[in-house]
């Protein structure tokens, strides 16, 4: 069958496509689509999302042809199933909207794409300004921030995953600051937190004398209470599957009701949630909704361990020892070079969370004096984190290094004072130390 290359003006709303000469095709809705993709045990899941999805949704089959479109999508670009697809479509649209293809299995036969309109130069160009409570040097966390953006300014649900202390509350916290939603609640869940038996009532809330033990005159739900804003759902992989049925529901109804009650309400949230976990490993392994995942997952943004972006450590420590300082109205805000050196060479299996644990408790042990040594840090280290220098060669335990360090200082020095003050830590300090060294310094 041929067909009439005709490119429809961009500047009218129309798409760089061309359509199948036969009229009758265009009427089809899978009209040159492959039969194993038209038969695809996710076409009736696209068009379920494509109809409550507020973003323009396509899927494209691998012969450009268009296998999916939806309703505002084809208002918007007078596109409709069966059209094939320009060679060069995506360049010709790119001054004015932005294309992100959704992430799907290799073995899928089509591709996904939302297309939004691209965000004014000067929110693209500074994520710093978007998003100020996140401070990141590490190209990898700034182009996950791009998405971030994207997420502020977007009304769809949005993923964010990272491993345990990465930040994703906050990053959750920061796509709301951002958005048209600030003014509105932001209400964080933790589902982990929860047990099983108490969860529906924390989210829906419930009516007086719904179950044996509800609080008098009833409760809003977490739900109810984010109405108009952001709903943080943390952990959303240890959904119970029953639970999993419930919020899709909800996200396909935008109702909710009250346990113990009749009355629906309607429900105008965005959901961002986050895990620890590679959930669509758990929704091949049937643990969590295939339907649920795609209506959660329009937007991803993935947040790096802290070991791949060592970059930001120097500016994270000096934003915390700033903060303790405040707090406590005195304190070290320095750190020796030593110290440094461990504090990049540790792995951070924590990560943030930890980062700030091991700062505070090195603050306190430094509160009286000028500098945070190895010696205000955990000591386990100093077994099991041997230093790896520039040169690639291992020095001795850190022991060692603390003993060699004040050898030199106290064979450099006039005085103790002296060597004290050269070593940044106080007299009574070092005198301690040369104790626990009698007969080696």
Same mark, same amino acid.
């Given at each position: ?234 952990? &959303?992989? !240890? *959904?119970?599957?029953? +639970?999993?049925?419930?919020? %899709?529901?909800? $996200?396909? #109804?935008?109702? @909710? =009701? ?93 990560? &943030?969370? !930890? *980062?700030?644990?091991? +700062?505070?408790?090195?603050? %306190?042990?430094? $509160?009286? #004096?000028?500098? @945070? =040594? ?68």
């Amino acid at each position: 069958m041929s067909h009439d290359r005709t490119i429809q003006p961009f500047a009218e709303g129309g798409w760089p496509c061309m359509e199948r000469n036969d009229d009758a095709s265009l009427h089809i809705p899978l009209a040159g689509v492959p039969p194993d993709v038209a038969t695809s045990p996710c076409h009736s899941l696209l068009c379920a999302w494509g109809k409550v999805s507020q973003e323009y949704v396509i899927a494209v089959a691998r012969n450009r042809v268009v296998y999916f479109v939806n309703r505002r999508a084809s208002e918007r670009f007078t596109l409709r199933p069966g059209s094939v697809l320009d060679d060069d479509w995506e360049q010709l649209i790119q001054k004015e909207w932005t294309i992100e293809e959704v992430d799907l299995e290799e073995e899928q036969l089509y591709r996904l794409y939302f297309i939004r309109p691209k965000l004014k130069p000067s929110v693209e160009a500074n994520a710093a300004s978007a998003f100020p409570a996140i401070k990141t040097s590490s190209p990898l966390y700034q182009a996950q921030l791009h998405t971030a953006r994207v997420a502020a300014h977007s009304v769809s649900n949005t993923m964010i995953s990272g491993e345990t202390g990465s930040g994703k509350e906050v990053l959750a916290r920061a796509i709301h600051a951002a958005s048209n939603r600030k003014d509105r609640p932001f209400i964080a869940v933790h589902i982990a937190s929860l047990p099983r038996e108490l969860l529906a009532s924390e989210l829906f809330g419930y009516t007086d004398g719904a179950f044996t033990g509800a609080k008098k005159g009833g409760k809003i739900g977490k739900l109810e209470a984010a109405n108009g804003g952001t709903l943080f759902l943390d952990e &959303i992989g !240890e *959904l119970t599957p029953e +639970m999993q049925v419930v919020l %899709l529901r909800v $996200l396909e #109804e935008r109702k @909710i =009701t009250r346990l113990g009650d009749h009355e629906e309400k309607p429900l105008d949230i965005r959901i961002i949630a986050a895990t620890n976990r590679k959930l669509q490993d758990e929704v091949t392994a049937g643990r969590f909704r295939a339907d649920l995942y795609y209506r959660l997952h329009v937007l991803h943004v993935k947040i790096p361990p802290l070991r791949e972006r060592k970059e930001d450590i120097p500016d994270l420590v000096e934003l915390l020892l700033h903060k303790l300082q405040a707090q406590y109205g005195r304190g070290p805000l320095s750190v020796c070079k030593a110290a440094w050196q461990l504090l990049l060479s540790h792995t951070w299996p924590g990560n &943030i969370r !930890e *980062l700030r644990n091991v +700062m505070e408790r090195a603050f %306190l042990l430094a $509160l009286d #004096e000028s500098i @945070i =040594t190895i010696s205000h840090l955990p000591v386990e280290w100093n077994h099991s984190a041997p230093i790896v220098e520039a040169t690639g060669f291992r020095r001795s335990s850190l022991r060692d290094l603390e003993r060699e360090t004040i050898q030199r200082a106290l064979a450099d020095a006039k005085s103790i004072s002296a060597a004290a003050k050269q070593l940044g830590i106080a007299r009574s300090t070092l005198y301690r130390k040369m104790s626990e060294w009698h007969g080696v310094l």
